[in-house]
T-cell receptor, first 108, second 113 residues
Framework: DAKTTQPPSMDCAEGRAANLPCNHS???????VYWYRQIHSQGPQYIIH???NNETNEMASLIITEDRKSSTLILPHATLRDTAVYYC?????????FGQGTRLTINP | NAGVTQTPKFQVLKTGQSMTLQCAQD?????MYWYRQDPGMGLRLIYY???????DKGEVPNGYNVSRLNKREFSLRLESAAPSQTSVYFC????????????FGSGTRLTVV
């Protein structure tokens, strides 16, 4: 499994874009990058995933560098409800391996 | 559409007791998973079932057994509970291969005293 590095915590003002980085320099060519979040003590929630191209859905955008060694999850207009722990997970097709994630706090 | 349903939501066990955590999904997913999450930690995979009739160990399988009863149900059994198994247990499911995202249940909070 590829190793990931995420900042342990980040803050963002409400209404601004939240940019969450992830380093996954050991990712292999056929591994996707998945992003999940966990709000308080709830079960994790799927956000988005991608292989090479940038992806966008109703929740977020995912930017993957050309060498695929890092990615950034973008929440375009963060709200207080986006306060959560965000997990970047390479691979995941067969089983998800969670790291420590980034605790994102959205401030009013 | 309930998604992934876990029962019970809370449980207190005495050391040495046994119990089974139940998980059912109604999304016709092929793959199912059991994770545990200790306080302040990320989730760790206990066991998974890629498809009906198969099960495989994850990162932390010791002290647990699983049964994929049918396509909908995947149970986790603690034969002799230990305080180290105090945790929140999450069940998840996905289409075969997981490239469509996992759906998680709301968790079972287990305390072993």
């Amino acid at each position: 499994d590829a190793k990931t590095t995420q900042p342990p915590s980040m803050d963002c003002a409400e209404g601004r874009a939240a940019n969450l980085p992830c380093n996954h320099s050991t990712i292999s060519g056929n591994e996707y990058v998945y992003w999940y979040r966990q709000i308080h003590s709830q079960g994790p929630q799927y956000i988005i995933h991608g292989l090479k191209n940038n992806e966008t859905n109703e929740m977020a955008s995912l930017i993957i560098t050309e060498d695929r060694k890092s990615s950034t999850l973008i929440l375009p207009h963060a709200t207080l409800r986006d306060t959560a722990v965000y997990y970047c997970i390479p691979g995941g097709a067969q089983k998800l391996v969670f790291g420590q994630g980034t605790r994102l706090t959205i401030n009013p | 559409n309930a998604g992934v349903t876990q029962t019970p939501k809370f449980q207190v066990l005495k050391t040495g007791q046994s119990m089974t955590l139940q998980c059912a999904q109604d999304m016709n997913h092929n793959s199912m998973y059991w994770y545990r999450q200790d306080p302040g930690m990320g989730l760790r995979l206990i066991y998974y079932s890629a498809s009906e009739g198969t099960t495989d160990k994850g990162e932390v399988p010791n002290g647990y057994n699983v049964s994929r009863l049918n396509k909908r149900e995947f149970s986790l059994r603690l034969e002799s509970a230990a305080p180290s198994q105090t945790s929140v247990y999450f069940c998840a499911s996905s289409r075969l291969g997981g490239n469509y995202g996992y759906t998680f249940g709301s968790g079972t909070r287990l305390t072993v005293v």
